[in-house]
């Protein structure tokens, strides 16, 4: 099956730049020019991967992000002229998985590319509602955590950590980002309940599965 990306951005001259690129890399794309047609889009066509401009008509591309966070766990890759770090800590804490700043190389947003397409083949769905990373199956329907013939008992925070892990293994979650969906909640003052929850999680998996990545986050390993 074609590996679909969708590339929202209303300057014609970028889309086409990365189309030609990216169909050079046997991808098959499609296009939004504003915001409202990038959801409109991502509905419709169900797109592996999203590339997506700040500064975009009728929805930006924060606002676009934060709906898709509602509704999909797709790789978003930001493609901006706001090249700010505090640009690109919004846009990474609203659920992006890359950014690139504009002006940028082509050769570089294909990489970055492949690079998600790498993670999430990290994660095979053995069959529907299943999710699976090396030797663990996790099941979204019944919420349950096996390893091998075992099943691992999880309370509900640990199994949405579990669940955020396996769907993209080998990517680096900020603390941030497994508080706010494990818990539910918005992350505001750093407590230790994250590395006590990953501690206990550690501890049940019997395994290096979850790592530790100094002054970043954790990482599930494939």
Same mark, same amino acid.
């Given at each position: 099956?074609?590996?679909?990306?969708?590339?929202?951005?209303?300057?014609?001259?970028?889309?086409?730049?990365? *189309?030609?690129?990216?169909?050079?890399?046997?991808?098959? &794309?499609? #296009?939004?020019?504003?915001?409202? @047609?990038? !959801?409109? +889009?991502?509905?419709?066509?169900?797109?592996?991967?999203?590339?997506?401009?700040?500064?975009?008509?009728?929805?930006?591309?924060?606002?676009?992000?934060?709906?898709?966070?509602?509704?999909?766990?797709?790789?978003?890759?930001?493609?901006?002229?706001?090249?700010?770090?505090?640009?690109?800590?919004?846009?990474?804490?609203?659920?992006?998985?890359?950014?690139?700043?504009?002006?940028?190389?082509?050769?570089?947003?294909?990489?970055?590319?492949?690079? *998600?397409?790498?993670?999430?083949?990290?994660?095979?769905? &053995?069959? #529907?509602?299943?999710?699976?990373? @090396?030797? !663990?199956? +996790?099941?979204?329907?019944?919420?349950?955590?096996?390893?091998?013939?075992?099943?691992?008992?999880?309370?509900?925070?640990?199994?949405?950590?579990?669940?955020?892990?396996?769907?993209?293994?080998?990517?680096?979650?900020?603390?941030?980002?497994?508080?706010?969906?494990?818990?539910?909640?918005?992350?505001?003052?750093?407590?230790?309940?994250?590395?006590?929850?990953?501690?206990?999680?550690?501890?049940?998996?019997?395994?290096?599965?979850?790592?530790?990545?100094?002054?970043?986050?954790?990482?599930?390993?494939k």
């Amino acid at each position: 099956m074609d590996y679909k990306i969708l590339i929202a951005d209303d300057e014609p001259e970028i889309r086409n730049l990365l *189309r030609l690129y990216l169909e050079n890399e046997n991808y098959h &794309v499609i #296009e939004a020019e504003d915001g409202q @047609r990038a !959801l409109d +889009l991502l509905r419709a066509e169900q797109p592996a991967l999203c590339i997506l401009d700040i500064m975009m008509p009728k929805i930006d591309g924060y606002h676009v992000l934060q709906q898709i966070r509602k509704e999909s766990n797709i790789p978003v890759i930001i493609l901006s002229a706001k090249d700010a770090d505090s640009e690109k800590i919004l846009g990474l804490n609203l659920g992006a998985d890359d950014y690139l700043a504009k002006p940028f190389n082509p050769l570089e947003a294909v990489a970055r590319v492949n690079s *998600r397409r790498f993670y999430s083949l990290g994660t095979k769905v &053995v069959q #529907e509602g299943n999710l699976a990373v @090396r030797d !663990l199956v +996790l099941n979204q329907d019944a919420c349950t955590l096996k390893k091998g013939d075992k099943i691992i008992q999880l309370t509900s925070v640990e199994y949405r950590i579990m669940e955020l892990l396996m769907k993209h293994p080998g990517k680096v979650f900020t603390k941030q980002q497994i508080y706010e969906h494990g818990w539910g909640e918005e992350y505001i003052v750093a407590d230790n309940n994250i590395m006590v929850c990953i501690s206990k999680l550690r501890a049940k998996l019997d395994d290096d599965y979850i790592q530790t990545i100094r002054g970043l986050g954790y990482r599930l390993e494939k």
